[in-house]
C-alpha cells in the first residue's frame, strides 16, 4: 500500500479498533481538524473585512461572491465548448452537402478562433510554465553538478550566479521580446512568440536556485564515499550516477520547489505585463474591464494561482519520495 495512504488511514483504522483512542483522536485533530479550522477561520476573517471595503468598482468581494463568479466562469467555459461544437458540426454539415453534390469538391475544416475561457487561460500558463521550468531543470542540474564536482568551476560560475540571481524577471521580459522577435523568424511558427517571451523569461529566473542548490547537494557527498568511488575505479559518469546523485538529491529537489515556485510567480507577472495569453492576461483584463463583476473574477485568478502552485509544489515533492533513496520526506 502506498505509505502517504496507510499514514492517512492509519489513525481512523486504529481509533476503530480502539487502540489508544486519545492519541488517534490527537493525530486525527492535527491531521484534519486544525487545517479545517484554520480555512474556516481565514473565510470568516475575509469575509468581515470584505463586507468593510468599498472600491470603485463597488464592494471587494467576500466567498460567497467569490464562488458565484467561479460558478459564472465555469457557466462560460460550457457556453463557449458547446459554440465550438456547434462551429465545427456546421462546418461538417456544409462540407457533407458540398461533397454530395460534387465528390471531388475541395473542403476546408477552419479552426475555431473564439476568446479563451477561463480555464484555457489556466491550461497555457501550465503549459508555459512547465515548458520553461523543465527546460531550465536540464540546464540548471548538469551545471550544478559540474560546479560541485570542481572548485575551480565554481569560482568561475559562481560571480554569475550572484550578479544574476537577484535580476527581476520584469528586466528580462524586454529583452527577451527582443531576442525572440529578432531571432524566431519564420512563416510557419511551431510555437507563437508570446508563449516562447513567457517560457524563456521563467527560465531565467528560476535557472539558479537549482544550479545553487545541486551544486550544495554535490558538495554534501562524504569524503568516505569518494574514497570508495576511488578504490572502485569508477568512471566519471558511473561516479556521478552511483554516488553523487542519490547524495545530492534531497538538496537539489530543494532547488527544483524553489525554483517551480519562483517560475509559477514569474509566470503571472510576464503574461500581465506583457499580455502574452494565460492567467495573468486574465487578471490584468479584469482589472481593465472594470465591470462590477471584475473584483470577485480577480479573486477567483488569486484563489487559483494559489491552488496551481500548491499542487505544482506537491508534485515536486512527490516525485522527490519516489527518486531518493530518503522515503521519509513529509509532504509539508
Known amino acids: 500500500m502506498n505509505p502517504l495512504k496507510w499514514a492517512f488511514i492509519e489513525p481512523f483504522y486504529k481509533l476503530a479498533i480502539g487502540e489508544d483512542r486519545r492519541g488517534q483522536l490527537n493525530t486525527i485533530v492535527k491531521m484534519i481538524g486544525l487545517p479545517i479550522s484554520g480555512i474556516l477561520i481565514f473565510l470568516m476573517v475575509w469575509q468581515g473585512a470584505a463586507s468593510h471595503i468599498n472600491t470603485s468598482l463597488g464592494q471587494f468581494p467576500g466567498p460567497v461572491q467569490t464562488y458565484e463568479q467561479?460558478?459564472?466562469?465555469?457557466?462560460?467555459?460550457?457556453?463557449?465548448?458547446?459554440?465550438?461544437?456547434?462551429?465545427?458540426?456546421?462546418?461538417?454539415e456544409r462540407n457533407a452537402k458540398k461533397l454530395e453534390k460534387d465528390p471531388s469538391a475541395d473542403v476546408t475544416i477552419r479552426d475555431y478562433v473564439g476568446p479563451p475561457t477561463f480555464f484555457d487561460q489556466i491550461g497555457r500558463s501550465l503549459i508555459t510554465v512547465m515548458s520553461g521550468f523543465i527546460l531550465a531543470s536540464l540546464i540548471a542540474v548538469p551545471i550544478g553538478i559540474v560546479i560541485g564536482l570542481s572548485a575551480n568551476a565554481y569560482s568561475a560560475v559562481n560571480p554569475l550566479i550572484q550578479i544574476f540571481k537577484p535580476v527581476s524577471p520584469l528586466a528580462w521580459l524586454p529583452l527577451v521580446t527582443m531576442v525572440v522577435s529578432a531571432v524566431y523568424v519564420t512563416d510557419d511558427p511551431a510555437f507563437d512568440k508570446a508563449f516562447l517571451n513567457s517560457m524563456f523569461t521563467v527560465l531565467l529566473c528560476c535557472l539558479w536556485p537549482t544550479i545553487i542548490n545541486t551544486a550544495a547537494g554535490v558538495a554534501t557527498v562524504t569524503q568516505d564515499l569518494k574514497n570508495v568511488s576511488k578504490v572502485l575505479n569508477l568512471s566519471w559518469w558511473t561516479h556521478v550516477r552511483k554516488i553523487v546523485l542519490p547524495c545530492s538529491i534531497p538538496m537539489m529537489f530543494t532547488g527544483l520547489r524553489i525554483s517551480l515556485g519562483i517560475a509559477w510567480m514569474v509566470l503571472i507577472a510576464a503574461e500581465m505585463l506583457a499580455q502574452n495569453p494565460g492567467l495573468g492576461k486574465f487578471v490584468w483584463d479584469e482589472f481593465q474591464n472594470g465591470s462590477s463583476n471584475s473584483l470577485g473574477r480577480i479573486m477567483v485568478a488569486v484563489i487559483v494561482i494559489g491552488i496551481v502552485g500548491f499542487f505544482l509544489d506537491r508534485g515536486m515533492l512527490m516525485i522527490q519520495r519516489w527518486v531518493s533513496w530518503d522515503k521519509s520526506v513529509a509532504l509539508r
Not at 70 to 84: C, G, I, M
Open 70 to 92: 467561479f460558478v459564472s466562469l465555469q457557466d462560460e467555459a460550457k457556453a463557449a465548448a458547446l459554440k465550438e461544437e456547434k462551429f465545427y458540426q456546421r462546418q461538417e
